[in-house]
């Protein structure tokens, strides 16, 4: 049995939803910002949350960092699975 590949599978598993998380709520709130601009309601607070400031917790100088390597976390992980050879059944 190929160890290596099972263990790359279970790690971009474990990792990309943790990672994909803050990108899906960054572009979600940037979105909905932006639609409920154009119906004239200003919710502010959706750009707090879109530039990484969570009540207590304010990520905003290293928000952009963060989702930039997040970013090429879930594209190296999904690369390293694409170049292994698949076993067959």
């Not at 601009?37 to 960092?65: C, M, T, V």
């Amino acid at each position: 049995m190929n160890r290596p590949h099972l263990k790359a599978r279970q790690l971009h598993r474990w990792v990309v939803p943790l990672a994909a998380a803050p990108l899906l709520l960054t572009a979600a709130t940037g979105s909905l910002y932006s639609v409920l601009l154009e119906q004239g309601i200003d919710a502010f607070w959706l750009l707090k949350i879109h530039r990484g400031s969570f009540g207590p917790l304010n990520l905003q100088p290293y928000y952009s960092a963060l989702l930039g390597v997040l970013t090429l976390v879930v594209v190296i992980s999904g690369a390293m699975l694409l170049r292994q050879p698949r076993r067959s059944s």
